[in-house]
């Protein structure tokens, strides 16, 4: 099929590392020199800023990107609740939208949907989770079953980071950075307020997702361990710049925000950034790559060395405490 060409290793370029600022051009010269926001941007592009952080972050956890895209992303019509809506994903909670149970619980694996038309925000739902997403506290565990392409539609989490883990069936992600291809075996994180659509090269597909209200993901400290080990920084792969100009009328905008969707419509797809620069860009790693420590002469290290535990992190509120990737 043709979108199998188009997933072919050599056109698809990464950047490496984790926490780097980098720059990448579609179109040579397309970055403005030695500044953010020109008077007059090359080639008549549009500066955008996303920011993942308060611009009053220190340096070191500031998270931003700076997008150079052929119209801005504020042109499209009011945004409205969608409908249909997706009653299967929960944002907040609490005793009226979750039951609390101190069994031990376990999932099988998602059907893969028959009838046909269920793309990734269709086929998302939530399994649990813990917080608020409209307070910018805690969590919330999905799953997804799809077996159709957002053509035409592409999504914005508001709440929060994504952390995807496919289980069947690779994935073609494109994002206002570029694009990348995940495979089963790989994850990939999108960071809040980044707009992605997801395709489907292998057909129907489902997997996990992982998603952190006002957090970010990040490497954990190695502490004993030393200089190497876990996850490298150099693993971490980001997408280069690509951008599609066609005129694209009714093109949907869907918008997560409060754990509720609502969807606009503009003329244009949103994938029309043809330069940028900055260190809040998605992500994917190959998990082969992990290297575990483990005890060697007794006992058992925590966590256990089974488990990526120690892959990424999420800062608590509590110095000691963290919660695990």
């Not at 370029?13 to 040579?28: C, D, K």
């Amino acid at each position: 099929m043709a979108m199998e060409e188009e997933q072919t290793p050599p056109e698809l370029r990464y950047l490496s590392g984790l926490g780097n600022t980098f720059t990448s051009e579609a179109v040579p010269g397309s970055l403005p020199v030695g500044q953010n926001n020109p008077l007059v941007c090359p080639l008549g592009l549009y500066a955008e800023q996303l920011s993942g952080t308060s611009f009053t972050t220190p340096r070191a956890r500031n998270l931003r990107t700076w997008l150079y895209r052929i119209k801005p992303s504020v042109t499209h019509e009011p945004f409205y609740p969608r409908n249909p809506t997706n009653e299967r994903l929960v944002g907040e909670f609490d005793r009226t939208t979750t039951v609390a149970t101190p069994t031990q619980l376990r999932w099988r694996p998602a059907d893969v949907p028959l009838h046909p038309g269920l793309d990734f925000i269709d086929g998302l739902y939530t399994v649990c989770g813990a917080g608020s997403s409209c307070l910018r506290h805690g969590y919330a565990i999905h799953m997804y079953a799809a077996n159709k392409p957002m053509d035409g539609c592409s999504l914005c989490n508001a709440d929060g980071d994504f952390l995807i883990v496919p289980q069947q069936g690779r994935l073609f992600i494109t994002t206002e950075c570029g694009r990348l291809l995940v495979s089963p075996g790989e994850i990939v994180v999108i960071p809040q307020g980044l707009r992605f659509a997801v395709d489907l090269p292998d057909g129907p597909s489902r997997g996990y997702v992982s998603e952190i209200f006002g957090a970010h993901f990040q490497l954990p400290d190695l502490g004993p361990i030393g200089a190497n080990g876990l996850a490298s920084p150099r693993d971490f792969l980001s997408p280069t710049a690509w951008f599609e100009q066609e005129h694209h009328p009714g093109y949907t905008i869907v918008h997560k925000y409060g754990g509720e969707l609502f969807s606009a419509t503009q003329d244009f797809s949103p994938f029309n950034v043809v330069a940028w620069h900055g260190n809040y860009v998605p992500y994917k790693y190959d998990l082969s790559k992990f290297c575990p420590f483990n005890t060697v002469l007794l006992d058992h290290g925590d966590p256990s060395v089974n488990t990526d535990g120690w892959l990424l992190r999420i800062h608590s509120a509590h110095p000691t405490t963290t919660a695990t990737a």
